[in-house]
């Protein structure tokens, strides 16, 4: 029997790195992970024999093409991208860049074979939500930022090549994800080691507003089954937990679980890209994984963890 061939792009990130690791655990699958390593971390990358690691551009049609001629992959995630609201406001011509990566990975995969792609959208292409919980089809992609156009365009590209060339795909609109591997300069992880030193915790604006957040083994385990049981092609999913906090009452809890001496401070708000609401629909998640993560459950297991490292 054939080994299924696996390629994913951003794979020193904290969610395809975990993808990784959990997929190098079936034997059958080789994997080949492709990362500039501008903000992936190596040490993410699992290190297994069945995993090699490529340090590549996505963006960079030439590194990229020798990359896809040469291994013929059966499925591709395609989880490269600047990420996260200050870094992509910052930075909107990097975002705009990842258009490249799109045009590299969905021409490729058309041209050497490629039978699905598993597309990292975001809930950002929402904007500021109409309609709540945020559903699939029902509620209107919005958005205005470039991160959450450039997502839309990716979008765009899954169902074009599907249109003219029958290229499967599986879009997946990520709710904040959180787990061990996170980088600090997303809010949980951010929160969690400011409290485990004592140091100031700062929240943009009066912190009212409100986010869910999904622990990394159910968005792992969700996007596996989709692959394992050959399910969800040619779909879009939302990939989060259903129930809202308030990013204050957030700052709130990490204190207390932590026994953190920490203060809260207050930023100005920013000016765009922090929306009042979020909270997705996961109807569509919950028929295929069938169990959701409680917050401080996954809490917990990022504090143990975190703590130690920092030992």
């Avoid at 957040?213 to 040619?234: M, Q």
């Avoid at 009452?249 to 100005?268: C, D, F």
């Amino acid at each position: 029997m054939s080994k299924t061939k696996i390629l994913i792009t951003g794979g020193a990130g904290f969610i395809p790195s975990s993808i990784a690791d959990k997929l190098s655990q079936n034997t059958n699958y080789e994997l080949v992970l492709v990362d500039n390593l501008l903000t992936g971390n190596i040490n993410n990358v699992p290190r297994k024999p069945n995993v090699q690691f490529i340090k590549a551009d996505a963006n960079d049609f030439h590194e990229m093409a020798s990359i896809m001629q040469s291994k013929s992959f059966d499925i591709v995630f395609h989880y490269a991208a600047v990420v996260g609201v200050k870094r992509t406001i910052d930075n909107p011509i990097s975002v705009l860049d990842d258009i490249k990566g799109f045009e590299n990975i969905f021409m490729l995969s058309k041209n050497t074979g490629v039978k699905r792609i598993f597309f990292s959208s975001s809930s950002e292409v929402y904007g500021e939500p109409v309609e709540f919980p945020q559903n699939e089809e029902t509620t209107p992609l919005n958005a205005r930022l470039p991160y959450a156009v450039v997502k839309n365009i990716g979008e765009c590209f899954c169902k074009s090549y599907y249109q003219e060339h029958g290229l499967n795909y599986t879009i997946l609109r990520f709710f904040n994800t959180y787990g061990p591997k996170q980088s600090t300069d997303f809010v949980m992880s951010k929160f969690i080691r400011a409290a485990l030193k004592n140091e100031p915790i700062t929240i943009y604006g009066d912190g009212k507003q409100t986010r869910t957040f999904c622990y990394i083994d159910d968005n792992v385990d969700f996007t596996n089954l989709l692959l394992e049981k050959n399910i969800g092609i040619n779909e879009i999913f939302n990939v989060g937990n259903r129930h809202e906090i308030p990013i204050i009452e957030l700052a709130r809890k990490v204190i207390q679980m932590t026994s953190s001496k920490s203060q809260i401070i207050h930023l100005p708000p920013l000016k765009e890209g922090d929306m009042t609401r979020r909270q997705p629909d996961t109807t569509k998640m919950q028929a295929i994984l069938n169990r959701e993560t409680p917050l401080e459950v996954g809490m917990k297991k990022v504090i143990e963890i975190v703590k130690s490292q920092m030992a």
